[in-house]
């Protein structure tokens, strides 16, 4: 009979030990965060400046872009009119107001080059391709600027689930160390390693998740500023040979 109770009493003392561990762990993010090893907090850490850069980048382009498009939406109509009255001087100013329009930048370039041969009798086809030239150089250069960083956030879109899947092999790891330290398989053995898998999985995939959507986006927006910028050219070449036909007339 006694030995029945000892035996009784010490598995309700270690089935309580046991229920008392597991009720200890915390999962909220102050308890995960004291839970993971030096390896895992590194993991973290490198995935948070991932993101801070990310953000950043998105910030960046975003104010950017929305420059560009509302200076363009005011300086094509206006650009426009005075080519339409033939003030070259008059659409440079007006280019030069609205200096962080892709349009602009394009414009500008090519009408310098117009105007740096304009004290000629004529335009010569020399003239016209050194101004194409001059609007090619300028499209390639502002295609880079608003190309700016979307490197980066590719790179981090396409990265940083690799970067949490370390943390989660780190924290499996933990966790089989936990097994073989504590002799036991319950819960309070294995939470450390469980919390460092999954909150550095998590936090890769929240990390490259929106770095690939707005990687995406963004490119689709400078594609279609390649395009404006390729009609822009194209018109603006088409005005220099009309102007050159009137000059022979």
């Known amino acids: ?53 990310s953000i950043g980048v998105m910030i960046d382009r975003a104010m950017a872009f929305s420059a560009a498009r509302k200076q363009s939406r005011a300086f094509a109509p ?58 090619e150089r300028t499209e390639a250069i502002v295609h880079a600027e608003l190309k700016r960083g979307l490197g980066g956030l590719a790179t981090i879109g396409s990265t940083a689930p690799f970067v949490g899947l370390l943390g989660t092999v780190v924290g499996i790891i933990n966790a089989f160390k936990g097994i073989q330290s504590e002799k036991a398989t319950g819960l309070a053995a294995v939470a450390g390693g469980i919390s460092e898998a999954l909150v550095t999985t998590a936090i890769g995939l929240f990390v490259a998740i929106p770095a690939v959507m707005m990687f ?8 279609a500023f390649d395009v404006e910028m390729d009609n822009s050219s194209s018109e603006l070449i088409d005005y220099f040979l009309k102007r050159r036909g009137m000059r022979r007339t």
């Open 1 to 53: 009979m006694f030995n029945v109770a000892a035996f009784t009493l010490t598995h309700v003392s270690t089935m309580a030990t046991w229920v008392f561990q597991e009720q200890a762990v915390g999962w909220d993010p102050i308890s995960l965060w004291h839970q993971m090893g030096i390896p895992a907090k590194a993991v973290v850490i490198i995935l948070f400046i991932m993101s801070g850069w």
């Open 78 to 135: 206006a650009v426009a009119g005075a080519l339409r009255d033939g003030k070259i001087e008059e659409a440079i100013k007006v280019a030069e107001r609205n200096k962080k329009s892709h349009l602009a930048k394009v414009v500008t370039s090519g009408l310098m080059e117009f105007r740096a041969h304009q004290e000629s009798g004529e335009i010569p086809g020399e003239t016209i391709e050194a101004s194409k030239r001059a609007l």
């Open 216 to 223: 995406n986006y963004l490119t689709g927006r400078v594609e």
